[in-house]
Protein backbone atom coordinates (compact mmCIF):
# COMPACT_ATOMS: atom_id res chain seq x y z
CA UNK A 1 0.00 0.00 0.00
CA UNK A 2 1.10 3.74 -0.79
CA UNK A 3 -0.29 6.59 1.25
CA UNK A 4 -0.20 10.52 -0.42
CA UNK A 5 -1.14 13.34 1.74
CA UNK A 6 -2.11 16.36 -0.05
CA UNK A 7 -3.77 19.89 0.84
CA UNK A 8 -1.41 21.36 2.76
CA UNK A 9 -0.60 25.18 1.92
CA UNK A 10 -0.55 28.82 3.93
CA UNK A 11 -3.56 29.53 5.70
CA UNK A 12 -4.42 32.11 7.79
CA UNK A 13 -4.26 31.68 11.64
CA UNK A 14 -8.00 30.99 12.39
CA UNK A 15 -8.27 29.83 9.22
CA UNK A 16 -9.47 26.03 7.83
CA UNK A 17 -8.08 23.59 5.84
CA UNK A 18 -8.81 20.34 4.44
CA UNK A 19 -6.00 17.49 4.35
CA UNK A 20 -6.51 14.42 2.39
CA UNK A 21 -4.83 11.02 1.90
CA UNK A 22 -4.96 8.95 -1.01
CA UNK A 23 -3.99 5.05 -0.73
CA UNK A 24 -3.60 2.91 -3.54
CA UNK A 25 -2.40 -1.05 -3.58
CA UNK A 26 -3.18 -3.06 -0.82
CA UNK A 27 -6.24 -3.45 0.94
CA UNK A 28 -6.99 0.07 1.60
CA UNK A 29 -10.50 -0.97 3.52
CA UNK A 30 -8.76 -2.54 5.73
CA UNK A 31 -6.22 -0.64 7.25
CA UNK A 32 -6.16 2.41 10.43
CA UNK A 33 -4.92 5.35 9.27
CA UNK A 34 -3.22 7.79 11.83
CA UNK A 35 -2.01 11.26 11.27
CA UNK A 36 0.84 12.65 12.57
CA UNK A 37 2.68 16.38 12.20
CA UNK A 38 6.15 17.65 12.46
CA UNK A 39 6.74 21.23 13.47
CA UNK A 40 10.06 22.75 12.50
CA UNK A 41 12.52 21.63 14.99
CA UNK A 42 10.38 19.42 17.12
CA UNK A 43 9.39 15.59 17.21
CA UNK A 44 7.10 13.86 15.27
CA UNK A 45 3.32 14.62 16.57
CA UNK A 46 0.42 12.18 16.87
CA UNK A 47 -3.02 13.83 16.22
CA UNK A 48 -5.39 11.03 15.95
CA UNK A 49 -6.86 7.87 13.78
CA UNK A 50 -9.84 6.67 12.27
CA UNK A 51 -9.75 2.75 12.23
CA UNK A 52 -10.16 0.88 9.11
CA UNK A 53 -14.77 1.08 9.16
CA UNK A 54 -14.49 4.43 10.70
CA UNK A 55 -15.95 2.55 13.85
CA UNK A 56 -13.09 4.19 15.99
CA UNK A 57 -12.11 7.72 15.69
CA UNK A 58 -10.05 9.72 17.92
CA UNK A 59 -7.94 12.85 18.23
CA UNK A 60 -5.18 13.58 20.88
CA UNK A 61 -6.81 16.26 23.28
CA UNK A 62 -4.25 19.47 21.95
CA UNK A 63 -6.48 19.79 18.93
CA UNK A 64 -9.50 18.07 19.80
CA UNK A 65 -12.72 20.53 18.81
CA UNK A 66 -10.62 21.73 15.95
CA UNK A 67 -9.14 18.63 13.86
CA UNK A 68 -11.46 16.23 12.73
CA UNK A 69 -10.83 12.63 11.11
CA UNK A 70 -13.17 11.40 8.66
CA UNK A 71 -12.51 8.64 5.66
CA UNK A 72 -14.38 7.70 2.28
CA UNK A 73 -13.71 4.25 1.64
CA UNK A 74 -15.27 4.27 -2.16
CA UNK A 75 -12.52 6.89 -2.84
CA UNK A 76 -9.85 5.32 -0.57
CA UNK A 77 -8.94 8.79 1.18
CA UNK A 78 -8.85 9.74 4.95
CA UNK A 79 -9.69 13.86 5.35
CA UNK A 80 -7.91 15.92 8.23
CA UNK A 81 -10.31 18.91 8.86
CA UNK A 82 -8.53 21.23 10.55
CA UNK A 83 -10.36 24.50 11.56
CA UNK A 84 -9.53 27.85 13.74
CA UNK A 85 -6.09 27.05 13.07
CA UNK A 86 -3.24 28.50 15.14
CA UNK A 87 0.54 29.30 14.21
CA UNK A 88 1.50 26.63 16.22
CA UNK A 89 -0.53 24.14 13.40
CA UNK A 90 2.63 24.96 11.37
CA UNK A 91 4.32 21.69 10.45
CA UNK A 92 4.65 19.23 7.61
CA UNK A 93 1.77 16.67 8.30
CA UNK A 94 1.99 12.76 7.00
CA UNK A 95 -0.53 9.77 7.22
CA UNK A 96 0.39 6.44 8.08
CA UNK A 97 -1.40 2.68 7.55
CA UNK A 98 -1.61 -0.25 10.28
CA UNK A 99 -0.89 -3.04 7.59
CA UNK A 100 -1.87 -4.98 10.50
CA UNK A 101 1.63 -7.22 10.86
CA UNK A 102 2.14 -5.76 14.55
CA UNK A 103 3.92 -2.76 13.73
CA UNK A 104 2.05 -0.07 14.81
CA UNK A 105 1.37 2.55 11.76
CA UNK A 106 4.16 1.10 9.76
CA UNK A 107 3.12 2.37 6.21
CA UNK A 108 4.20 6.10 5.72
CA UNK A 109 3.74 8.81 2.83
CA UNK A 110 5.59 11.66 2.32
CA UNK A 111 3.94 14.51 4.58
CA UNK A 112 2.54 18.15 3.20
CA UNK A 113 3.70 21.06 5.11
CA UNK A 114 0.46 23.71 6.15
CA UNK A 115 1.88 26.80 7.46
CA UNK A 116 -0.44 28.87 9.43
CA UNK A 117 0.34 32.54 9.49
CA UNK A 118 -0.04 35.12 12.25
Known amino acids: VQLQASGGGLVQAGGSLSLSCATS????????IAWYRQAPGKGREFLGFISWNGGRIDVVDSVKGRFTISRQNAKNTVFLQMVRMKPEDTAIYYC????????????WGPGTLVTVSS
Open 96 to 107: AADSGVGKGYDV
Open 25 to 32: GGTYGMFD
